[in-house]
């Protein structure tokens, strides 16, 4: 018997099925259908307008632009993240542990903080033109635009790449690299038939990461004046341009889901795995490149990193030049990203758990739809989601429209995948023979789960609700465009900065995010270290 049916117990399939499956269901509803009224309220749109405006020019550039700043991104991002992967993992690089960690925390950093700091560095009259004038450099490149977002937006999500890489090396049987060897191929030959066909899944698998990510960000093309879908949305909603704005959002639904049919295309069928000795007899000896290899890894993580920081901690030093109390930060703000983070991760654990518990424990395609269900929200741009939720609130349930439980209710529909995963990962390393030892004492299903898989499953489920906490509090165009009248977070008060121009207030809520999304990071890095023997 299988791990699914006997978590589950044969006797307890009826009544305790029927009500997982029924609670399932209302959850994966609930995530969906705001999406669904989206396409309604585009659907209404008269033909010949919805025609006018979907084939305007300016639709054309939009539709353009956003697919190469995703092809670029993308590119970057692999040009980037799987040479890091392969010095780290696969050479004798000199301090590896400490650039396998190093390469991975520019992830921590908002795009569109890194985005402002970028453009307060290097834009006109900005602090790195500041240094360069007195010897004689007027001018430097242009920051704003396509190769700006592209830059930018790649050094922050590179490490989507660098990591599925960086797992694929760390379980590759370097065996059959010996192999090849052997029938005298040389290392590039062997690196191009060997090596890069067994980790082209994860390759491809954060390829598509980034370019889900850089469809979807609102943030930096807005501030790199950048027109593409998510920030022409944002504009149509403050313009009121509501049918614009519901057909330009459905434009880019098709452009996400044509990316989640790519990854579905190149998902992996099978992982190659390697053993668990020591690989360190099997790394590459750089030799006399072995010191100056760490000049790339060095390069991009102190541009990626340095330059924010640098920035930041310039503005903190300039938070009282030309003082503005409408622009001071102040702690209620912290209080408020908390409060809303913490209410986001409680819920999405509460609603993930029987998701994930009736996917763990039941092999059937009504459970799998119900967990695919889920992942809708986090696929799907925030300013999608967030326009799709104020059509819905404002038009048919007012009373629910820029609540506090409207906006915690987004988060989930965002971020839950999050904790379905961790929940349903945890769920299925539960011995089930402990589960039916309860059982065959006479435990009730919802007893045996409470009293023997709960306890089990408790550290997923705590990792799945801090994920959530932690995307939720630096999650930007939900925020904006769902938080009530006055309520202010984090992220409010650096878009608010960003807006006016006075980047000085926002260095103290851009450093507290990048704090706790650090320390996030970090842990999880120390703990594959200790597991893998980095």
Do not use: C
């Not at 993992?89 to 542990?97: E, G, I, K």
């Not at 990461?209 to 022409?232: E, H, K, N």
């Amino acid at each position: 018997m299988g791990l699914r049916h006997r978590l589950t117990g044969e006797s307890s399939e009826g009544e305790s099925s029927v009500g997982l499956t029924l609670l399932s269901g209302a959850i994966a509803t609930a995530l969906v259908f705001p999406l669904l009224w989206l396409v309604i309220e585009a659907a209404r749109v008269e033909p010949g307008r919805a025609s006018e405006l979907l084939f305007s020019v300016g639709t054309l550039d939009i539709l353009i632009n956003s697919l190469l700043l995703m092809g670029g991104v993308t590119a970057g991002s692999i040009l980037l993240g799987v040479p890091l992967a392969y010095l780290t993992v696969r050479t004798d690089l000199p301090f590896r542990r400490f650039w396998s960690v190093a390469a991975a925390l520019p992830l921590v950093v908002p795009s569109y903080v890194g985005a402002f700091a970028f453009v307060s560095a290097f834009g006109p009259r900005g602090e790195f033109h500041s240094l360069l004038a007195p010897l004689g450099v007027e001018r430097l490149p242009e920051v704003y635009g396509l190769p700006g977002a592209v830059f930018v937006i790649t050094l922050y999500t590179y490490p989507y790449v660098y990591l599925t890489t960086r797992a694929a090396f760390l379980s590759f049987d370097t065996e059959l690299i010996d192999a090849a060897r052997t029938l005298n191929h040389g290392r590039w030959r062997s690196f191009r038939r060997v090596t890069l066909p067994q980790i082209r899944p994860a390759i491809a698998a954060g390829g598509l990461l980034t370019a889900l990510y850089a469809v979807s960000d609102f943030g930096t093309p807005a501030i790199m004046r950048l027109s593409v879908f998510t920030r022409q949305i944002y504009v149509e909603y403050n313009a009121f341009g509501r049918d614009y704005a519901a057909l330009l959002s459905l434009q880019l639904l098709v452009v996400v889901l044509v990316v989640l049919v790519l990854e579905w295309s190149v998902r992996s069928e099978g992982t190659v795995r390697g053993s668990d000795a020591d690989r360190a007899g099997s790394r590459i000896r750089l030799g006399r490149w072995r010191w100056p290899a760490t000049a790339f890894p060095a390069a991009v993580t102190t541009v990626a990193l340095a330059v924010p920081v640098w920035i930041l901690l310039l503005w903190l030093g300039r938070t009282d030049a030309g003082r503005r109390p409408s622009m001071a930060f102040e702690w209620t703000q912290v209080l408020n990203s908390v409060s809303i983070a913490a209410a986001a991760a409680v819920v999405a654990a509460l609603a993930a758990l029987p998701v994930a518990y009736f996917a763990a424990t039941h092999d059937s395609r009504i459970s799998t739809l119900f967990e695919r269900a889920t992942y809708v929200g986090f696929a799907v741009p925030g300013i999608v989601l967030a326009l799709a939720l104020v059509y819905f609130g404002a038009g048919y349930f007012p009373w629910i429209y820029q609540t506090l439980p409207l906006l915690v209710f987004a988060h989930v529909v965002r971020f839950l995948p999050q904790a379905v995963g961790a929940t349903r990962t945890s769920i299925l390393q539960v011995d089930p023979k402990v589960v039916e030892a309860g059982r065959t004492l006479g435990e009730s299903p919802i007893s045996a789960f409470r009293r023997i898989t709960f306890p089990l499953t408790r550290s997923g489920i705590v990792a799945g609700a801090a994920l959530v906490f932690l995307t939720t509090m630096k999650e930007l165009p939900v925020t904006l465009v769902l938080r009530p009248s006055g309520f202010e977070t984090i992220v409010t008060q650096i878009w608010r900065a960003q807006e006016t121009a006075l980047y000085q207030y926002a260095a103290v809520p851009a450093l507290i995010l990048l704090f706790i999304s650090g320390l996030s990071m970090v842990v999880l890095l120390s703990q594959e270290g200790s597991d893998r023997g980095l």
